[in-house]
C-alpha cells in the first residue's frame, strides 16, 4: 500500500473515531436513558437498578471504553424501545437508504450532465442562461419544500405518483428526484466550467480543424477530458446522499436509515441513534476514502504529494 494510501486510510479512521466520541458524548448529556426503561411509579431504587444492569452507573469514561471496544466487534448494543439489537434494525433500513441513494445518484448524473453539456456548448445563449437558473434554483431551493410541491402537484392535484410509503418504481420516483436533484444542480454547474476549460485547449480546435464531426470532438474528446472532477464530486455526492437522506425519508414516509434515526430522537432511544449515526458515519467515510484512493490512482500528482509532504 502506497503512503498516499496509508494516509488517506489513516485519516479516515481518526475521523471515525472523532464522530463515535461526538455521538456518545452528546447522547450521554442529554438527559439519563434510564428515565426511558421504568414506569412513572418506578421508585430510586427500582432506577438504580436500571442503571447497574446497563451500565450506566459507571464513569463516563468507562462507558466510553466499553462503548468502543463494542463498536469494535460490531455490536452496537439494543433498542431500548424495541428490545432488537441496533444492527438488526438497521440492517432491515439500510437496503432502502441505499436504493433511494442509487436512483438519486442517477438523477444528478443525467440531468446534472444533460444541463451542463448543453450550456456549455450553447456558452452566452439564452439557452445557457436558462439552464444555469435552474441550476441555482436547485442549489437554493429547501429539499422539503421541493417534497412538499411535488406531493401537492403529482400526487394531488394529478395523482399520478404515490406520495408515501415504499413500493415499485412508482413509489421512488419522487424522492428520487427531490433528494438527486439539489445534487444535480451542482453537477450541472461543475459539467459547465470543467467542459469549458476542455473546450478551449488547442486538442480540441485542432480536431475541429482535422473536421471531426461535433459530436465526436464533444462526447469522445472533450466530455471524457471533463469527467474527473464530475465523477470525484459524484462520488462525494453518493456519501451525503447516503447520510443525508433524513428529511427525504421522512416527507415521503422512506423506511430507510435517516427515519429510523428521527423515529428514534423523538424516542430518545439512545443506542439506535448512536448505531445510525455511526453506520451513516461509516458508510460516508468509505466511500470518501474509496473516492480519493481512486483519484490518487487516476492522478499521480495526489501520491507526489502526498510523498512530498
Known amino acids: 500500500m502506497s503512503e498516499y494510501a496509508i494516509r488517506r486510510v489513516a485519516f479516515s479512521l481518526t475521523a471515525m473515531l472523532g464522530v463515535i466520541t461526538i455521538v456518545f458524548v452528546l447522547l450521554h448529556v442529554s438527559g439519563d436513558p434510564a428515565t426511558l426503561l421504568v414506569t412513572q411509579d418506578a421508585t430510586r431504587q427500582d432506577m438504580e437498578r436500571i442503571r447497574q444492569a446497563y451500565g450506566l452507573d459507571r464513569p463516563l469514561a468507562v462507558q466510553y471504553g466499553r462503548f468502543i471496544a463494542r463498536v469494535a466487534r460490531g455490536d452496537l448494543g439494543y433498542s431500548y424501545r424495541q428490545g432488537v439489537p441496533v444492527t438488526e434494525l438497521i440492517a432491515g433500513h439500510i437496503g432502502a437508504t441505499f436504493e433511494l441513494a442509487l436512483a438519486s445518484l442517477a438523477v444528478a448524473i443525467v440531468l446534472g450532465v444533460a444541463f451542463g453539456t448543453v450550456a456549455a456548448v450553447r456558452r452566452g445563449s439564452s439557452i445557457d442562461a436558462a439552464a444555469m437558473a435552474v441550476a441555482l434554483l436547485g442549489t437554493s431551493m429547501p429539499s422539503f419544500w421541493l417534497g412538499l410541491l411535488l406531493i401537492i402537484v403529482f400526487g394531488v392535484k394529478l395523482g399520478w405518483l404515490p406520495v408515501s410509503g415504499y413500493g415499485g418504481l412508482d ?139
Do not use: C
Open 171 to 309: 413509489h421512488l420516483i419522487l424522492p428520487a428526484f427531490v433528494l438527486g436533484g439539489f445534487y444535480a444542480a451542482q453537477v450541472s454547474r461543475l459539467t459547465r466550467t470543467s467542459l469549458l476549460e476542455v473546450l478551449a485547449q488547442d486538442y480540441i480546435r485542432t480536431g475541429r480543424a482535422k473536421g471531426l464531426r461535433g459530436r465526436v470532438v464533444l462526447f469522445k474528446h472533450a466530455l471524457r477530458n471533463a469527467a474527473l472532477p464530475i465523477l470525484t464530486v459524484l462520488g462525494l455526492s453518493f456519501g451525503q446522499m447516503l447520510g443525508g437522506a433524513i428529511v427525504v425519508e421522512s416527507i415521503f414516509a422512506w423506511p430507510g436509515m435517516g427515519r429510523l434515526a428521527v423515529q428514534a430522537v423523538l424516542g430518545r432511544d439512545f443506542p439506535v441513534v448512536q448505531g445510525a449515526a455511526i453506520i451513516g458515519a461509516a458508510v460516508f467515510l468509505t466511500v470518501n476514502l474509496t473516492v480519493d484512493l481512486v483519484y490518487g490512482w487516476v492522478d499521480p500528482r495526489l501520491r507526489g504529494a502526498a510523498q512530498g509532504a
